[in-house]
Every structure is written in structure tokens, then in C-alpha cells.
């Protein structure tokens, strides 16, 4: 499976934005969905994934409560919302695709290129 992340960009703290994670190549009902990001400097870590038909859904406490992950199997695509954004989020945003559930980089076979997103306080 072959994935493109965009919708990144530069916005203000408070602001917000919504990535895609646009799949080809393979069905995307087949895979536990991520998303990932690393900020300079720092691990890849982290922000979120559901399940095959978006029923469970997992966040980094980090992000609780301002991201929203979601699915359109029909669509082939994944989004994270992102709301409440803070300078703290800046960092390049990596979708994934994988078989086994869990906040593990390893549970995730399959990476897009990134997207960036920039916060500004």
C-alpha cells in the first residue's frame, strides 16, 4: 500500500488543521491506520490509530482531547483533526498502515512522506 499525507501547513497556536492520508495500491479496510510525528531533533512518536472500521480508537495523552482520527474506508483515507493546535505540535506528520494494534512504530509496515505541520505562538 502506497501512502500520501497532506494538508500540513503553517498556522497559528489556537488554530487548527485537518491532515490526509490518502491510500492506493491496496485496500485500505485492511489496515490498522497511524498517525506519527517528529519534531526536530526528537524521536518519531506517537499521536494516533484506529481500528479497520474506525470503531476504537487510540490518542497520545499529549494530544487527548484536541486530535480526532478517523476513516472512510470508501474513500481510501484517513484524517487526524487537529484542533486547539499549540506551538508543541510542530512537527512533520507521518501516516502509517499496519496489521496489529497498538502505539508501536514496529505494529506499522507501511509509511507515507510526511507532511508538515508549523505552529506558531
Known amino acids: 500500500v502506497q501512502l500520501q499525507a497532506s494538508g500540513g501547513g503553517l498556522v497559528q497556536a489556537g488554530d487548527s488543521l485537518r491532515l490526509s492520508c490518502a491510500a492506493s495500491?491496496?485496500?485500505?479496510?485492511?489496515?490498522?491506520m497511524g498517525w506519527f510525528r517528529q519534531a526536530p531533533g526528537k524521536e518519531r512518536e506517537f499521536v494516533s490509530h484506529i481500528s479497520y472500521r474506525g470503531l476504537n480508537t487510540q490518542y497520545a495523552d499529549s494530544v487527548k482531547g484536541r486530535f480526532t482520527i478517523s476513516r472512510d474506508n470508501a474513500k481510501n483515507t484517513v484524517y487526524l483533526q487537529m484542533n486547539s493546535l499549540k506551538p508543541e505540535d510542530t512537527a512533520v506528520y507521518y501516516c502509517a498502515a499496519g496489521t496489529r494494534y497498538g502505539s508501536m512504530r514496529e505494529n506499522f509496515n507501511y509509511w507515507g512522506q510526511g507532511t508538515q505541520v508549523t505552529v506558531s505562538s
Open positions: 495500491g491496496s485496500t485500505l479496510s485492511s489496515y490498522i
